[in-house]
T-cell receptor, first 114, second 110 residues
């Protein structure tokens, strides 16, 4: 059973460009969570999605950030007009149900904004 | 906003020694998880504790959940270099999202 997959693993963008981060949950998991981790810090919750629904986006910045989890295909975290402060590791986790403590993490995407 | 404090922030010990790291909050957890994260990788779930006073063992790792469900500890016996990593606790408060502590960065010196 494949684990959570994220791609790309590393992404470099210039200021003002768009970044798209993809996450494929574990087989059988329909709940996806996105987190951001800055160097030497813990993980900060961003958004919780189920298929075709955003359940909790209280951790998402109000502007430039959006997330989706379509009926088919991976979950996408989109950052428009990136700035240097967006440089971080972005992790996706999935769970089989709404019991959110059973979360399994992907390897992360490391975004660098130059 | 619930806060999880982990201590110590950094710990460096010799191979073969024992150690304990802590996770504390002023709020009551409905459940608590411990993760280990290695450089360049995502966190890996080690254990989930749910019941106050619960103790779980995973080989040389012993996890304890406080009676009041506000704190937890992770004890490692006879530490090995493979134990090196960032140890994160994460708490679920009620039905809310998982909140992570800032982590303990553990280095085991061969």
């Amino acid at each position: 059973n494949a684990g959570v997959m994220q791609n790309p693993r590393h992404l470099v963008r210039r200021r003002g460009q768009e970044a798209r981060l993809r996450c494929s949950p574990m087989k059988g998991h329909s709940h996806v969570y996105w987190y951001r981790q800055l160097p030497e810090e813990g993980l900060k919750f961003m958004v919780y999605l189920q298929k075709e629904n955003i359940i909790d986006e209280s951790g998402m910045p109000k502007e430039r950030f959006s997330a989706e989890f379509p009926k088919e295909g991976p979950s996408i975290l989109r950052i428009q007009q990136v700035v240097r402060g967006d440089s971080a590791a972005y992790f996706c986790a999935s769970s089989p149900s709404s019991r959110t403590y059973e979360q399994y993490f992907g390897p992360g995407t490391r975004l660098t904004v130059t | 906003t619930q806060l999880l404090e982990q201590s110590p922030q950094f710990l460096s010990i010799q191979e073969g020694e024992n150690l304990t790291v802590y996770c504390n909050s002023s709020s009551v957890f409905s459940s608590l998880q411990w993760y280990r994260q290695e450089p360049g990788e995502g966190p890996v779930l080690l254990v989930t504790v749910v019941t106050g006073g619960e103790v779980k063992k995973l080989k040389r790792l012993t996890f304890q959940f406080g009676d009041a469900r506000k704190d937890s500890s992770l004890h490692i016996t006879a530490a090995q270099p493979g134990d090196t990593g960032l140890y994160l606790c994460a708490g679920l408060f009620g039905n809310e999202k998982l909140t992570f502590g800032t982590g303990t960065r553990l280095t085991i010196i061969p």
